[in-house]
Each structure stands twice: as structure tokens, then as C-alpha cells.
């Protein structure tokens, strides 16, 4: 069945450094992969997409690297700040169904002063 | 302001009241879907709908309606609610469902519980 990973454990860094954050998936094809952000009870809110012939995309602080070789795409945050804390969920669209979007449980990121 | 609305935000309701929770969206979008978000189990579609008159059934539609007789709106309902629904319920919209251009805009929540 198709599956979608990322670190259910919370990932605690130090303002300042780079917080590096992963999502695997297995038994898809995805056509695109999104980044959202989500806060304690809110709604997400969508960051960054990525499509399957791009290696990388950047957006001020933020850098999504997608490598469809080894079904996995990279999420970053340079130069990390306390208000960077919440929860990242990647989400993937698949190349034969384009009704949905499937998401990944999510990852926590704390960043301590 | 380009938005997701969904009343009410918070509900507490008991088993087999009927219920619906609206959802309205104000950027003329195709797309829109309703998700559930569990502890561990993360977001998963309960129904999504093209365009109006067009509705689908995402992965947990059991126990759920919704109808799109109007492309801003989208309404969740709850024929007969059981305690296993209690969860957070979010509205999404987007664009229609071109390839690579899906952006969803979700709605602020809605805290269900069902006693």
C-alpha cells in the first residue's frame, strides 16, 4: 500500500542552525511533493511545492530537495528561529491520481533559543 | 482577503444528533475537500469534490455526507455522529487539479466531540 513517512519524534534545535527534516515515501510515483506548516489547532499552510523533475527548490529561508531515486524528498530551514517552531507535513500527489493529496504524519520542530 | 471558512470552530455534540459543519471559500475554487486529523494517524480525506455536483469519496468516508450545490461552499455532515468521530476537522480548497498546481488553502478548524 502506498505510504508516506516522516519522523514522528520531535526535533529539537538551537536557534540559528539548520534544521533538516525528511519524508520517505514507498509504492508511488508522485507527480509533485508540497511542505505545509501547521500551528497547535490551526489549519495548515502550505510552504513550498516541489515537481518530480526538479532537484531542489528555495524560497528565502527554506530549501526542498526531491530525489525520486530514492523516494525521499529533504526539507530545510536555515538560520532557524524560535517562530519556526511547529509541526512540517510533506504531501504527495501521485502521477496516476490527481483527485488528492495524500499527507505524512507530520514532524514536530522546536527551536530553542 | 483570499480565505477558507468553516463554522463553528469548536462543537460538542451527543450521539446521533445530526450536525453540519459549513465550509466557504472565497477564491472561485474548483477543488474542495474535507479532512479528519487524528493523534498518529495525520490528516486523511474523508470526501473531495471536483466541482459542483461533483463529489467523491476520499479514504474515511464512513459515516459522513457532504453536497456542493454551490462552488464556495461545501458542507460536512453528520447524519447520526458517534464518539469515533470526534477529531479535528479542517476544509481545503484549490485550484482545479492540474497537474503540478495544487496549492490547498485549509480552513481554521473544527474541534468536534462527540459524548
Known amino acids: 500500500s502506498q505510504k508516506i513517512e516522516q519522523n514522528s519524534e520531535a526535533l529539537n534545535i538551537q536557534e540559528g542552525k539548520t534544521a533538516t527534516l525528511t519524508c520517505n515515501y514507498t509504492?508511488?510515483?508522485?507527480?509533485?511533493l508540497q511542505w505545509y506548516r501547521q500551528d497547535p489547532g490551526r489549519g495548515p499552510v502550505f510552504l513550498l511545492l516541489?515537481?518530480?523533475?526538479?532537484k531542489e527548490k528555495r524560497k528565502e529561508r527554506l530549501k526542498v530537495t526531491f530525489d525520486t531515486t530514492l523516494k525521499q524528498s529533504l526539507f530545510h530551514i536555515t538560520a532557524s528561529q524560535p517562530a519556526d517552531s511547529a509541526t512540517y507535513l510533506c504531501?504527495?500527489?501521485?502521477?496516476?491520481?490527481?483527485?488528492?493529496?495524500?499527507f505524512g504524519t507530520g514532524t514536530r520542530l522546536q527551536v530553542f533559543p | 482577503e483570499a480565505q477558507v471558512t468553516q463554522n463553528p470552530r469548536y462543537l460538542i455534540t451527543v450521539t446521533g444528533k445530526k450536525l453540519t459543519v459549513t465550509c466557504s471559500q472565497n477564491?472561485?475554487?474548483?477543488?474542495m475537500s474535507w479532512y479528519r486529523q487524528d493523534p498518529g494517524l495525520g490528516l486523511r480525506q474523508i470526501y473531495y469534490?471536483?466541482?459542483?455536483?461533483?463529489?467523491d469519496k476520499g479514504d474515511v468516508p464512513e459515516g459522513y455526507k457532504v453536497s456542493r450545490k454551490e462552488k464556495r461552499n461545501f458542507p460536512l455532515i453528520l447524519e447520526s455522529p458517534s464518539p469515533n468521530q470526534t477529531s479535528l476537522y479542517f476544509c481545503?480548497?484549490?485550484?482545479?487539479?492540474?497537474?503540478?498546481?495544487?496549492?490547498?488553502?485549509f480552513g481554521q478548524g473544527t474541534r468536534l466531540t462527540v459524548v
Open positions: 516541489i515537481r518530480e523533475n526538479e
Open positions: 504531501a504527495l500527489d501521485t502521477t496516476y491520481n490527481t483527485d488528492k493529496l495524500i
Open positions: 509504492n508511488y510515483s508522485p507527480a509533485y
Open positions: 477564491m472561485n475554487h474548483e477543488y
Open positions: 481545503a480548497s484549490s485550484l482545479a487539479r492540474v497537474r503540478g498546481y495544487t496549492e490547498a488553502f
Open positions: 469534490s471536483m466541482n459542483v455536483e461533483v463529489t
